[in-house]
């Protein structure tokens, strides 16, 4: 059939809708694993060809590999999923085939590169590589020159001079603060523990400049460690150490930080947004720590994704133009997290509740 072979066609003899082959095809959640290999092959067998793809047949196809640390993916739905998935439709979109990769702590330490893409390289089949998440420092040091390709990172700064795309977690966390204070809060802590990641650092930094800007005290103890600095690994029992003095409001991190920090307030008593008022970042639910819907930034990752890939190909094709960090921006999704700010008295209470 060639590339008359619709997606209509491999959904009758599947036995599945259109949109469920649109998901196999695409790497999205919602098709089991086994299904969408049957998808897969029949696409194959049947010789369908992407639209895109159809329409640009004078583009040529490449092998670009997805390389991420595997403590990103536990039992829970995470961001870094998500970005995978729309990392895989952009890929697919643009003709070309993806591996993906996982990165234990062990290979980092040990300079190792995934078996998959060592073999690769050896080879010469990976034109490109995308590096999704924060490495080790060393082992950013070490990767692109092992890689020997065009490497595009994602969602980190690479310590080096390479072409990164992140989003702008400053300003981001800078807005946040902002809205705090335009609602009244004086008293604001900060979730997340500084240099575990340079995500986490630069919302920081975001945060204390309108901390600055507006005059209010930058307490220690209002500087709330979320994780693990080594592993990264966060946990609500040895972490998330609230000070003897209850903040008006949390800035957080993440919106897995403020899931959890919310969850550690209700048992012991304090409620959100009654008492205190939490904000998230990257507009991620985490349905199955709390069913809160916080004030968060949403990050563009479908953005983040598109540009990530269209940069690498321009790198994989000889484009010549200067390495630098693209920075993508977003914007406040507002939740039933935030509250106008309560009397003195009020917060006086709040901090009682606490002992």
């Known amino acids: 059939m060639g590339t008359k072979v619709r997606m209509k066609d491999i959904a009758q003899i599947a036995g599945v809708s259109t949109v469920t082959v649109s998901k196999a095809l695409a790497g999205m959640r919602g098709v089991s694993e086994g299904k969408r290999r049957e998808i897969m092959r029949l696409a194959d067998e049947m010789g ?6 159809a329409q640009a047949q004078e583009e040529e196809s490449y092998r670009i590999y ?5 403590y990103y993916y536990g039992k829970l739905p995470s961001i870094y999923g998500h970005m995978m998935e729309l990392l895989s439709e952009e890929i697919r979109r643009a ?26 390289i050896k080879h010469r089949e990976a034109d490109g590589v995308l590096i999704l998440g924060e490495l080790e420092a060393e082992y950013q040091r070490l990767l692109p020159g092992r890689c020997k390709s065009p490497c595009v990172f994602m969602d980190s ?22 809205y705090l204070f335009d609602r009244g809060h004086r008293r604001i802590a900060y979730v997340g523990t500084l240099l575990a990641s340079s995500s986490i650092t630069e919302r920081y930094l975001g945060y204390a400049r309108s901390m600055m800007e507006h005059g209010a005290e930058i307490l220690r103890e209002w500087q709330i460690d979320d994780r693990d ?8 029992e040895f972490y998330f150490r609230l000070p003897r003095q209850l903040p008006d409001a949390f800035v957080c991190n993440s919106d897995l930080s403020a899931a959890i920090l919310y969850e550690k307030l209700k048992k012991m008593g304090i409620r959100c947004p009654e008492d205190v008022s939490i904000v998230g970042f990257d507009n991620f639910h985490y349905p199955d720590i709390s069913p809160h ?10 953005k983040m994704a598109h540009e990530a890939v269209r940069i690498l190909l321009r790198r994989i094709r000889g484009d010549y133009f200067r390495k630098r960090t693209y920075v993508i921006d ?23 509740s606490m002992h």
């Not at 819907?293 to 479908?302: K, L, P």
């Open 157 to 178: 700064t690479p310590l080096l001079n390479h072409d990164c795309v992140i989003s702008d977690g400053f300003h981001g966390a800078w807005q946040l603060t902002n």
């Open 95 to 120: 003709g070309c085939v993806m591996a993906r990769e996982m990165l234990s702590g062990r290979m980092m330490k040990e300079g190792r590169l995934p078996e998959g893409l060592g073999s690769a």
């Open 66 to 70: 997805v390389i991420t640390p595997d």
């Open 293 to 302: 819907r916080f004030t968060t930034y949403e990050v563009d990752t479908r």
């Open 48 to 53: 369908y060809v992407p639209l895109e793809k």
């Open 229 to 236: 600095l080594q592993t990264g690994n966060l946990s609500g």
């Open 330 to 352: 977003g914007h406040i999704v507002e939740g039933d997290s935030v509250r106008t700010a309560a009397s003195e008295n009020d917060c006086a209470e709040c901090t009682k």
